[in-house]
């Protein structure tokens, strides 16, 4: 059987995304063992900064290296740092190898963007990002079932960081002999302050960016801080947690190809789905406060339902994005993927203030209200569907 090359790139970007997803989750409970919950936020902090220092100089990476070689580089750096995390005893040398992993993760996934960008349908953008999206949240949804039965065992999260590091050497093989002839774009590289200055003239874009920021500002706080809170506060373990988790990333799957075939096929107003992801979140996100049983099915639901809202949000966002971008404008791909570590950067720090004041329920209160501020963002996108 014969791949297109964008079918190729769906696959590989699913194995990467699969390594990702293997240890997500069990990373905050595995810092736990070196630093205090409360400042596990600071290393993710620290990945984040270094991660907007490298997107920083992308432009420059790309026209040096292009896009086939750097993303080689970056897998290469991201498996040595995990052979490191898998082996070492030191502290220091995990949190390094940690840092790395998480640096080059965003990275790499800016790469699959320009191959996904450069082999896609411009036609379909809907179809195609939506597929995409769906594919490689197949991953995370099959990734806890996973990570909850290895993370039982002696070893487990030696066993985890093991199997995502095999995963990501075969996404690396893959990438080399399926993408042997790739030609490159003319990268456009613009100042900083010249890009932002874009963004503030091009009003709808800066709103996408910001709305992308705060679904990541999310995504940050509960990856973190959901598995400390549920084992450490609620009481599951991590054989109750794999089943949840699971049940919980489901609707990335169910609801982010249908959500671009609503966009590209009948014409949905983008605005109106994403009035609809917001209130779902907002509103699952505030009941998290308010739960203190150990009612697997209940907590499977409310999760459920945050991450029904943010797959709707995520997909009308990537489609809105890049209906509005071209492929060699990775100065404005940048920036959209800067939101990713920003988002980490910020969260932490943020979540670790109120941690100083408050319960650590309160944190889900907080972030609905966070999440609240999104429809004064929503209401300056365009309302057509053409593209730039």
């Keep these: 059987m014969e791949f297109s090359k964008i079918q190729r790139m769906y696959i590989l970007s699913f194995l990467f995304t699969l390594h990702i997803a293997l240890s997500a989750y069990v990373n905050s409970t595995f810092l736990t063992q070196i630093i205090s919950e409360k400042y596990v936020g600071l290393l993710y902090t620290t990945a984040s900064v270094i991660t907007l220092l490298l997107l920083a100089r992308n ?4 026209k040096n290296f292009g896009n086939r070689k750097l993303s080689i580089i970056l897998l290469c750096i991201n498996m040595l ?7 070492s005893q030191n502290p220091i040398l995990i949190s390094l190898a940690f840092v790395s992993i998480l640096a080059t993760n965003t990275l790499i996934i800016l790469c699959l963007d320009i191959f996904i960008e450069h082999f896609g349908n411009p036609t379909t953008i ?5 597929l995409y ?4 949240n197949l991953a995370w949804v099959l990734s806890p079932l996973v990570t909850g039965i290895l993370i039982t065992r002696e070893g487990g999260y030696v066993t985890i960081y093991s199997l995502a590091l095999v995963t990501t050497l075969i996404m690396t ?4 002999f399926s993408v042997t002839n790739f030609s490159d774009k003319k990268y456009v590289k613009a100042p900083l302050i010249q890009s932002y200055k874009y963004l503030q003239k091009n009003t709808h874009m800066l709103a996408i960016t910001i709305i992308n920021f705060i679904l990541n500002f999310f995504f940050a706080v509960m990856v973190i801080y959901t598995p400390i809170y549920l084992i450490n506060h609620i009481g599951f373990n991590w054989s109750e947690l794999g089943v949840i988790f699971t049940i919980m990333l489901m609707p ?30 907002i509103l699952s996100t505030l009941s998290i406060a308010f739960i203190s049983n150990t ?3 209940l907590w499977a639901l409310v999760l459920f339902l945050t991450r029904m809202g943010a797959s709707i949000i995520e997909t009308t966002s990537e489609v809105y994005f890049f209906t509005h971008i071209k492929e060699e404008e990775t100065y404005l791909l940048s920036i959209y993927r800067d939101m990713t570590p920003i988002a980490y950067l910020i969260a932490p720090l943020f979540a670790t203030v109120v941690f100083m004041f408050v319960e650590f329920k309160y944190i889900y209160i907080i972030l609905s209200v966070i999440l609240a501020s999104a429809f004064y963002y929503i209401k300056r996108l365009k309302h057509n569907h053409e593209s730039r």
């Excluded at 432009?59 to 790309?62: A, S, V």
């Excluded at 740092?81 to 082996?87: S, Y």
């Excluded at 809907?126 to 939506?130: E, M, P």
């Design 59 to 62: 432009t420059n990476f790309l």
């Design 81 to 87: 740092g995990f052979v490191f995390l898998i082996g």
């Design 126 to 130: 809907g179809k195609t990002r939506g």
């Design 133 to 136: 999206l769906t594919i490689n």
């Design 173 to 176: 093989i893959g990438l080399i």
């Design 252 to 281: 990335f799957v169910i609801f982010g190809f249908p959500t671009g075939l609503l966009i590209d096929k009948y014409k949905v107003s983008k605005r109106k789905i994403l009035y609809v992801g917001f209130i779902i979140i």
């Design 295 to 297: 009612n697997i099915a």
